[in-house]
Every structure is written in C-alpha cells, then in structure tokens.
C-alpha cells in the first residue's frame, strides 16, 4: 500500500482483464496427480464459483493458484503477491482489534505502519467493518469476523481473491451481508474465486460455475447455462420411498436415470408430462419399490449439480 484509496487501486486493476490462468495441469503429491489437465481462466469483476465434493481436487487447486503447490506440467499464471485467500477458518488475532489486525497483517507484508494504517481504513469500509473498527475479534459475532477476515485479504490490494466456503455457519442476515460485500470488491475490479456449496450465493453472484470431480473440470459455464445443460426442459421428480431400496430395486432406478439423494431418497427426471406420473409410479410398483412420496418440482442449481456429480460418480 502506498497510501491511496483501495477502491480506486482496484479499479485501475480492470483494464487487464484476465488476472489468472491455468492450462492443461497436473498437480498433486507423492500419492500421484490430484489435478488432471485441469485449465481456467479468471477475469477482472468476474465471480467464478468452485463446487465440487470432497476429493474433487478444490484444495490442490486452491493450493496452485496461491503458489503453495507448485504443478507438475502445465501453464499456470497467477502472480501470488496479487492474491488473497481468506480460509473457512477464521485466521484472525482474537485479542487484537479489526483494526489492529489488518495493520498488523499488512506489516507483516512489508507495509510501513503509515500505509497500513491508510489501507486498514479502507478495506474495513469496504468490507462493511466501520461499526466494530476498534473491537476486539474475541466480541465479534461470526458475521463480523467474516468481513474482518475480508478486509484482511485486501490489505493487499489483491487482483484475484480466493474465498473458501464465505457463508459456512452464518445466519441467513449474515450471509446476504457477505454477499454484499463481495459485490463491493467485484465492482471494484477484483476477481474473485468463490468455493462453495451454498447455492444460493452461486445463483446471486457467481458468473460462472466451475464443477470440479475426481481432479477433473466437468463443467466450466454460467449457472443458467449449467441448468439448461442438465435438465434441458425436464423437471426433476423426487421419490420417498418407503424402504430403502435393494441391490435389484436400486439398479432399475439407475436404469430409468434416477439419482440417489439418500437410503430412501431418489430423482427422476421427467421428460414431457411433468404433472403425469402415473406411468412412472406404475413403473416403480412393478419393480417392488413402494412410494410414499412422489412430488415434481421446478429444478435448481443445487440439483443440477447433484444430478451432474453422481452422475459422474
């Protein structure tokens, strides 16, 4: 920091448009490859969103792009002085003010103790944190050192900023006001990775998704494109079964393309018809497999990712 305003500093950051980029890596440990030709690329005032169930290669790729992992082939460029992580895990001094910790961070850094001061100012406006600037961490509700932990991350004046799980275990008041404030940094000029399985921050914010399994890029588009990919006009209906379906019942599901959700719980997708599922329920009793529920329903994003990963499972 040299003492001008952060959002002004990002702001200029938006006439290079790509700020990061990977292509065709591999990355991973001893153990082998958990990344396979795996390539992306982050834009300057885009938010992407990273999903993916465990295993599916999001930390190592978290890893890659914060220079802590360094890839076995491959293209990647993404400067790590101009990146932020802010972890699920609160990385905050307790005892310290949310001042304090932005200035104590941005030290650490190399900033003189005058430019933190000046950068401190403005990341905890911008990240909504005017209110508690010289409360300790320790009082703060979980909402609170949420932000603080953002304004953190742009003591740097990063270009691209990495958020894993921003939402997890936060009210639903909270969480509408991390939103907010990650449109802030958005709108001035940041890129921004978002790993999440909060939906409905993907729906509002993200302008792509990118569905990461098995170390592997299943898709990489906007979240209207990924709907109209999986369902293309379907409907998903949900089945609650009585009893949890056998080794034969279960195979004669996959073989009418349901998708397990849980023991009991399974996802058709209905082509035409959508209220007529008599022939289905019909199908179902043939099988042995008694229904107690059978519901269609109008499809979301968190359903076309689930149908898309188990799918691929």
Known sequence: MQGRPFYRMLKSQRESTSVAELAHIFAGYQSGDVLKDVSLRMCA????????????????????????????TGLVR??????????????????????????????MDGASRRDAGIGASNALDMAGCTQVTDTRVSRLSGGYRRRVNIAVAL????????????????????????????????????????????FDVVEHLADRIIVLAGGRILRDESPGDLMDTIFAGQRP?????????????????????????????????????????????????????????????????????????????
């Open 155 to 198: 003591m740097s004046s990063p270009k691209l900023m990495i958020l894993d799980e921003p939402t997890a275990g936060l009210d639903a008041d909270a969480k509408r006001v991390v939103q907010d404030v990650m449109r802030r940094v958005r709108d001035a000029g940041c890129a921004i990775l978002v790993v999440t399985h909060d």
């Open 45 to 72: 005032g885009e938010v992407t969103a990273l999903a993916g169930p465990n295993g599916a290669g999001k930390s190592t790729l978290i890893r890659v792009l914060t220079g802590t992992l360094l890839a076995r």
């Open 78 to 107: 993404c400067n790590k002085t101009e990146t932020s992580l802010v972890p699920q895990e609160i990385a905050l001094y307790p005892w310290l003010t949310a001042r304090e910790n932005c200035v104590a961070f941005s030290m």
């Open 237 to 313: 209906v949900e089945l609650l079964l009585q009893d949890a379906a056998n080794e034969h019942q279960a195979a004669f599901l996959v073989a009418h393309g349901a998708v397990c959700y849980g023991p009991t719980r399974w996802v058709v997708l209905q082509k035409r018809n959508y209220t007529d599922v008599g022939p289905l329920s019909d199908a179902m009793a043939e099988a042995g497999l008694r229904i107690v529920e059978m519901r269609v329903r109008e499809p979301n994003l968190s359903d076309a990712y689930t149908l898309l990963v188990k799918a691929e499972a």
